[in-house]
């Protein structure tokens, strides 16, 4: 083995110290991981020099005589592995399709593995810069005048369910005729009748729980798998009647409640309309001081009032099970001043309550009936939307619930 010189052993050593592992150093350097190591060896011997690599025990063997007395033992070391807290997170988990990891005995990561579709990277980054253009473009909303009375101790919270406008709904075939003006019409009654019925509660929360879009394209099919659906109406009119229809929601709760907060969480229906409705929204409503839009890009948002933490997500990425140790991680802080840890989410488009130790998780109603495939699948779920009141130290208070029908009975 030829030697290298102290300067490029120390190098050699640096990289191994910095990275952990004698794999990740060969890469570095482009050569072999058993080239690496033996250079190293010569380096020791040579100059009294090695890496700094921490080692993790890995088993242990041990050689008794016949009446189990200790003759000899083996500890067995290997590289230590990473801390958990020291892998790489990717920031945006919709184009990642699978992520692997290796752990030692000890629980430590040895390994990551993180496949990602370029491809769906660079539409999602070219979605968000078509999505800043064209906020930039549109007409700013007045400011509507401050409601005169409202107790500060309690908040209003208006969780919309999976709300497919632009799905097309045949009564003779599914029991009720659903399309773009009656989507439009049903959450704006709701919301009215909803808004009329709470106090007068200084703070509101507007959470549009993913799938409010039917499909995300021109193209009525599902992103993902591209399953065809039936669809009313072209994709721009879909559009329109999304943006009146959120306008409509927002205004409702601003006309009574002083300070209002709006969530739009993405689903497996619409990911990348929902992003751009949600800088739509923050634009147009720029000059209204009252309103906050949550611009956050990941899959799960939080809001904190009293001693109540919500934690919105539209239920197709984790089970609700798993939602409680999610809060807990990303909300570490905020989950030990509260008290009161509630989940809203949506998906599988009826009323699921779960109580879990310390944190419920409740998936929502829908207001629009079932489609078709829904139909002859047996799918029989009620319908209906909910304003959930909170107490800023007792949690929540009250429910006010809007049923459909006594809408379409009118009509």
């Not at 063997?61 to 000899?72: R, Y």
């Not at 599914?174 to 007068?200: F, R």
């Not at 310390?358 to 207001?367: A, D, P």
């Not at 078709?372 to 929540?396: C, D, T």
């Amino acid at each position: 083995m030829t030697k290298i010189s102290r300067e490029e052993a120390e190098k050699r050593c640096e990289a191994v110290s910095r990275l952990g592992t004698y794999r990740a150093a060969a890469r570095e350097f482009d050569m072999n991981e058993t080239a690496l190591r033996r250079s190293l060896a010569t380096a020791e011997k040579h100059y009294g020099i090695k890496p700094d690599v921490k080692l993790a025990l890995k088993g242990t063997s041990i050689l008794t005589d016949a009446s189990g007395a200790l003759i000899q033992r083996w500890d067995k070391t290997r590289t230590a592995g990473m801390d958990p807290d020291d892998r790489v997170h990717m920031p945006d988990p919709k184009t990642i399709t699978k992520i692997s990891t290796l752990y030692d005995q000890q629980g430590n990561v040895t390994q990551q593995w993180v496949a990602e579709k370029p491809q769906d990277a660079a539409r999602e980054k070219l979605w968000r810069e078509f999505a800043a253009a064209l906020a930039a473009d549109l007409p700013r909303a007045e400011p509507i005048p401050v409601p005169s009375y409202s107790s500060t101790d309690l908040c209003a919270v208006y969780p919309v369910g999976d709300h497919h406008l632009g799905m097309y709904s045949w009564a003779a075939e599914t029991g009720a005729d659903y399309d773009l003006d009656i989507g439009e019409k049903l959450l704006t009654d709701s919301m009215g009748h909803l808004v009329a019925s709470v106090p007068q509660c200084e703070t509101a929360l507007l959470v549009v729980i993913g799938d409010f879009l039917h499909y995300d394209s021109t193209r009525a099919e599902t992103p993902l798998h591209r399953n065809l659906l039936d669809a009313d109406g072209r994709a721009q009119k879909m559009v329109q009647v999304a943006v009146h229809a959120l306008r409509k929601y927002i205004n409702a709760a601003l006309q009574r409640h002083p300070t209002v907060r709006l969530i739009l969480e993405p689903g497996n229906h619409d990911p990348h309309s929902m992003t751009i409705l949600s800088v739509c929204m923050a634009a147009i409503y720029e000059n209204e001081p009252r309103l906050t839009v949550d611009l956050s890009p990941s899959h799960f948002h939080y809001f904190e009032f009293g001693q109540n933490l919500i934690g919105t997500h539209h239920g197709h990425g984790v089970k609700m099970d798993k939602l409680p140790g999610v809060m807990a991680a990303d909300q570490r802080e905020a989950w030990g001043r509260t008290k009161y840890h509630h989940w809203l989410t949506g998906h599988i488009h009826h009323k699921q309550f779960h109580d879990f130790p310390g944190c419920s998780v409740e998936s929502l109603r829908i207001l629009p009936p079932i489609d078709a495939y829904a139909a002859q699948k047996g799918y029989r779920s009620a319908r209906g939307m909910s304003a959930i009141v909170l107490h800023r130290e007792h949690g929540e208070v009250a429910r006010h619930t809007v049923n459909p029908n006594m809408f379409e009975r009118a009509a």
